[in-house]
């Protein structure tokens, strides 16, 4: 298992490196633009915690490029280079050549989450700004990691069926920014009082259904697949 | 040694021949034996049944004779001689025989066919030991 | 029951039928190969021989049949299957970005049988580099890889594809060494498909001539060649056959010249030709295994 791991971050590490750029990037600019701002004198802690945010932000948000990325390589690039074949007549079962792609992914969606919680929650809050409270924080948060999951989802759905990468990342990059977005207006509009509170509620609900199940389905595609 | 996979003999008779001509021309003497069948087979690129087949053959033609556990070895000249001779024989008469046939006209064919009625009233009266 | 005798076949195909759409591939083929055999599997391209040997290894399923290895069924039990067995493909598609021996490594995991020594042997004898990236090996040296891969874990069962097409003279050696290595080892069982007909005649025990996913003939090599026979007959004038004998493969009429391939040729055959037809002149002749493969599907395309 460590081994197809290992196989599956090395096919994978210029766009770890790439996922790595994007994560850390909004910290590293906003870092140089307080002290740019501040020079020659040394920011406030309210400055850095206030760009601190505004950079976990960005950065969570540009992580999600990452995410759909990896989702639509990790089946998809395999069988467009052809070692698919090589490794389908190896002994590994397909459960097991796919589990590995999953944990490889979310070992990074892992990583994102730590290093932006670890930015809100704990840094930024040691700096003395107030935090907004634990329901504030989480509803919204509720709702984009529902996006996440759908983004996921619908990228892993078009890496096991489509045949290039890059299908399958704009796949999931065009449900989870349009057709995800429109089936929570539906399904508000057709399901809830219309009150404006809702809206959230029915994406987080779509967002982790749509997303599940799209999961679901692309690993059902490859393992009863025979073809690599 | 030599074979010819492109060949329509099979690979085993080859052997045999290139065996028994090798033997005949002195390059394997009486009692030497013959290389190991996974020697022959690596070296001569086949598969070691076909080597076997071969060894087989020459056992019961009597060219080699075994030792067990050790290998096969080329029998002496007598031994080989015996069968050779016997055959050497035969085909001097044979020889004759188609020079009759000959002289009388009839075809290849035919006196092929004068050859094997022979052989098999032979046969049904029990006389050569098949 | 049926499970112990399908034990002591190396190789099963039964009643197998693989469909593309609308042409069928592989027609209700039933192939059976006994533990420690070679087995040579020819046939013109398109004939099936490489779906074949995808079905043998899992990657295609079929639409009808059963594929069983050392008693396994393949679809079943893949991974049980796939530890036994060593598959060198026809075009190894080996990831191109490790080297040698981080792809060694790699594979090594996999197999609980795996020996280093044997592994060490082979890549010493073929003159592999364990520091080169798979993308800079030659043609001939990704052919010797794969053969390493296949062999170091040492498999009761070993399929090749073509494994020698477009491999150089000395390359191709280099790599029929490395298979009789493993013909050579006890109760290995070795299944090749290939169009160097001189290869089959050197390796192989049996063969079986594959035809529009049809086996046209399953039989001994040297049997096989010393048990067919052309035959040149020069027909009388105005003259037509009115016999033709059992097991005819092929026949050509032209001129008064009648040419025939037999797979069972017997003296009694000769006699009875002869005698039912009206012939000036007959010869009889051998065919080395590429003449057989031609009059084989030469006869089988005059019958479809």
């Known amino acids: 298992m460590t081994t197809l791991l290992w196989k599956d971050y090395r096919l994978n590490r210029g766009l770890l490196l790439?996922?790595?750029?994007?994560?850390?990037?909004?910290?590293?600019?906003?870092?140089?633009?307080?002290?740019?701002?501040?020079?020659?004198?040394?920011?406030?802690?309210?400055?850095?915690?206030?760009?601190?945010?505004?950079?976990?932000?960005?950065?969570?948000?540009?992580?999600?490029?990452?995410?759909?990325?990896?989702?639509?390589?990790?089946?998809?690039?395999?069988?467009?280079?052809?070692?698919?074949?090589f490794l389908a007549c190896l002994p590994p079962s397909r459960l097991q050549i796919l589990a590995s792609k999953l944990l490889l992914v979310l070992l990074a969606a892992g990583a994102i989450w730590v290093v932006h919680l670890s930015i809100t929650d704990w840094v930024v809050p040691t700096m003395g700004t107030p935090v907004a409270s634990s329901w504030e924080q989480w509803g919204p948060r509720s709702t984009f990691v529902a996006g996440t999951v759908m983004l996921f989802g619908a990228s892993w759905l078009g890496s096991a069926v489509l045949n290039s990468p890059a299908s399958a990342t704009i796949l999931g990059i065009a449900v989870a920014l349009v057709g995800g977005p429109l089936l929570a207006q539906v399904v508000w509009a057709l399901f809830t009082s219309g009150a404006r509170e809702a809206l959230p509620f029915c994406g987080m609900i779509v967002g982790l259904s749509v997303g599940l199940l799209c999961f679901l389905s692309g690993s059902a595609c490859f393992l009863c697949r025979a073809e690599p | 040694m030599k074979i010819d996979p492109s060949s329509h003999v099979p690979i085993y008779l080859q052997i045999v021949g290139e065996i028994r001509a090798a033997i005949d021309a002195g390059v394997f003497r009486p009692g030497e034996m013959l290389p190991s069948l996974r020697v022959l087979a690596a070296d001569l690129r086949v598969n070691p049944n076909t080597v076997q087949r071969a060894y087989d053959e020459l056992e019961r033609e009597g060219i080699v004779l075994p030792r067990r556990g050790v290998g096969l070895f080329v029998a002496d000249r007598d031994t080989r001689s015996a069968r050779g001779e016997a055959e050497k024989t035969v085909l001097a008469a044979f020889q004759r025989g188609v020079q009759v046939g000959q002289d009388a006209g009839l075809p290849p064919e035919r006196i092929r066919a004068v050859f094997d009625q022979a052989l098999d009233q032979a046969l049904r009266k029990g006389r050569t030991r098949s | 029951?049926?499970?112990?005798?399908?034990?002591?076949?190396?190789?099963?195909?039964?009643?197998?039928?693989?469909?593309?759409?609308?042409?069928?591939?592989?027609?209700?083929?039933?192939?059976?190969?006994?533990?420690?055999?070679?087995?040579?599997?020819?046939?013109?391209?398109?004939?099936?021989?490489?779906?074949?040997?995808?079905?043998?290894?899992?990657?295609?399923?079929?639409?009808?049949?059963?594929?069983?290895?050392?008693?396994?069924?393949?679809?079943?039990?893949?991974?049980?299957?796939?530890?036994?067995?060593?598959?060198?493909?026809?075009?190894?598609?080996?990831?191109?970005?490790?080297?040698?021996?981080?792809?060694?490594?790699?594979?090594?995991?996999?197999?609980?049988?795996?020996?280093?020594?044997?592994?060490?042997?082979?890549?010493?004898?073929?003159?592999?580099?364990?520091?080169?990236?798979?993308?800079?090996?030659?043609?001939?040296?990704?052919?010797?890889?794969?053969?390493?891969?296949?062999?170091?874990?040492?498999?009761?069962?070993?399929?090749?594809?073509?494994?020698?097409?477009?491999?150089?003279?000395?390359?191709?050696?280099?790599?029929?060494?490395?298979?009789?290595?493993?013909?050579?080892?006890?109760?290995?069982?070795?299944?090749?498909?290939?169009?160097?007909?001189?290869?089959?005649?050197?390796?192989?025990?049996?063969?079986?001539?594959?035809?529009?996913?049809?086996?046209?003939?399953?039989?001994?090599?040297?049997?096989?060649?010393?048990?067919?026979?052309?035959?040149?007959?020069?027909?009388?004038?105005?003259?037509?056959?009115?016999?033709?004998?059992?097991?005819?493969?092929?026949?050509?009429?032209?001129?008064?010249?009648?040419?025939?391939?037999v797979s069972e040729f017997t003296p009694d055959l000769l006699q009875t030709l002869r005698k039912e037809n009206d012939l000036e002149h007959l010869e009889v002749m051998g065919l080395n295994l590429e003449e057989l493969f031609k009059d084989f599907v030469k006869g089988r395309k005059k019958t479809t």
């Open chain 3, 1 to 261: 029951m049926i499970a112990e005798a399908s034990a002591n076949l190396a190789i099963e195909l039964n009643g197998v039928t693989r469909r593309f759409g609308k042409a069928t591939a592989v027609d209700d083929l039933t192939l059976r190969i006994p533990q420690g055999h070679t087995f040579g599997l020819i046939g013109p391209n398109g004939a099936g021989k490489s779906t074949t040997i995808k079905l043998l290894m899992g990657i295609l399923r079929p639409q009808v049949g059963y594929v069983r290895i050392l008693g396994i069924d393949v679809f079943a039990e893949p991974s049980r299957m796939k530890k036994r067995v060593g598959y060198v493909p026809e075009v190894p598609q080996m990831y191109r970005w490790m080297r040698v021996g981080e792809l060694i490594g790699f594979c090594r995991a996999f197999y609980p049988t795996w020996n280093d020594d044997e592994c060490a042997r082979l890549l010493d004898l073929f003159a592999l580099d364990t520091g080169k990236k798979v993308r800079h090996l030659s043609k001939g040296m990704a052919a010797k890889l794969s053969l390493v891969l296949a062999l170091a874990h040492d498999p009761e069962v070993l399929i090749l594809d073509e494994p020698t097409s477009g491999l150089d003279p000395l390359v191709r050696e280099e790599f029929l060494d490395g298979v009789l290595g493993a013909v050579c080892k006890h109760q290995r069982t070795v299944l090749f498909s290939s169009h160097a007909l001189e290869d089959v005649h050197r390796l192989a025990d049996t063969v079986g001539l594959l035809y529009e996913g049809r086996l046209l003939l399953h039989r001994g090599v040297e049997e096989l060649l010393t048990s067919a026979r052309r035959i040149r007959a020069v027909l009388r004038d105005g003259c037509l056959p009115r016999y033709e004998p059992p097991g005819l493969v092929w026949q050509h009429i032209e001129r008064r010249e009648w040419m025939l391939t």
């Open chain 1, 18 to 85: 790439l996922g790595i750029v994007l994560l850390l990037g909004p910290y590293a600019a906003e870092c140089v633009l307080v002290l740019y701002g501040r020079w020659p004198s040394w920011p406030a802690a309210a400055d850095w915690s206030a760009r601190l945010l505004d950079a976990s932000f960005f950065s969570l948000v540009l992580s999600q490029l990452t995410l759909a990325v990896l989702a639509g390589n990790s089946i998809a690039a395999e069988r467009a280079e052809r070692s698919a074949e």
